[in-house]
């Protein structure tokens, strides 16, 4: 059975950093995404990797102060976020197994449970 585990969210100052981790477990994949989705607004891309061909993609938005990476050993996927701000604030999510555009979260088969990030001003 599939499964994705999200951890690392909280609480953290404008400026900081947090390192988002999401754990899969049942397969490993070559595509995997992170979305977040803020109070009252959709979901939304914040970053992608195609593992086989090493691209990454980013929203304009985090460019510069977020990066995707993975710990293939441990079949993880994280997001590191610096310089968070305020408007980053939401649940972020990773999703894996796209099957077209990276950008597109409906594009994405798996899912995880989502974890929190808040950033204070």
């Known amino acids: 059975q599939v499964q994705l585990v999200e951890s690392g969210g909280g609480l953290v100052q404008a400026g900081g950093s947090l390192r988002l981790s999401c754990a899969a477990s049942?397969?490993?994949?070559?595509?995997m995404g992170w979305f977040r989705q803020a109070p009252g607004k959709e979901r939304e891309f914040v970053a992608g990797a195609n593992w086989s061909t090493g691209n990454t993609y980013y929203t304009d938005s985090v460019k510069g102060r977020f990066t995707i990476s993975r710990d293939n050993a441990k079949n993880t996927v994280y997001l590191q976020m610096n310089n968070l701000k305020p408007e980053d604030t939401a649940v972020y999510y990773c999703?894996?197994?796209?099957?077209?555009?990276?950008?597109?979260?409906?594009?994405?088969?798996?899912w995880g449970q989502g974890t929190q990030v808040t950033v204070s001003s």
């Open positions: 999703a894996a197994d796209r099957t077209y555009s990276t950008r597109n979260s409906a594009a994405y088969v798996y």
């Open positions: 049942g397969r490993t994949f070559s595509t």
